[in-house]
């Protein structure tokens, strides 16, 4: 697991869970993998905080709804609730967030067929440019 800050200002994670050292007792160790997972992690959201980080406010869906694509958009409101969350980017795959992909679905775009796709590197970034603009934070 590491976490460092980006030349944007914000923190990368990048979380690899790993098996314990047998000399664990010569070592500190001040977070379990479970907590290192909870504080650093791509969120696990019930469907309690579904409803409370992946429903947007007008201009929250305002700023996903501008990304060119519905794939794209979902990501973006996917990535707006991870970052209310957690105040962390993250990269994952649908398949990696059915639940949430699911919710969002359901929610915002019901009646619009879509196929399993990732995006490029550069709405990626160009996204977390985006919210981290809408929520304040400075690069």
Request: hydrophobic residues 35%; glycine residues 6%; proline residues 2%.
């Amino acid at each position: 697991m590491s976490a460092e800050l980006s030349s944007y200002g914000y923190i990368q994670c990048d979380v690899r869970m790993t098996p314990r050292r047998k000399d664990k007792g010569k070592r500190l160790s001040v977070l379990t993998d479970a907590e290192k997972f909870a504080l650093y992690g791509l969120p696990d959201f019930d469907e309690g905080q579904q409803l409370e980080y992946l429903s947007l406010t007008a201009e929250e869906l305002a700023l996903a709804t501008s990304r060119p694509g519905i794939l794209a958009q979902i990501y973006c409101i996917l990535q707006t609730g991870y970052f209310k969350a957690k105040h962390a980017f993250f990269h994952f795959s649908l398949k990696g967030v059915e639940s949430d992909f699911d919710f969002v679905v359901q929610r915002y775009f019901r009646e619009i067929s879509l196929t399993d796709q990732t995006i490029t590197d550069h709405e990626y970034y160009a996204r977390r440019k985006l919210i981290t603009d809408f929520f304040g934070y400075h690069q």
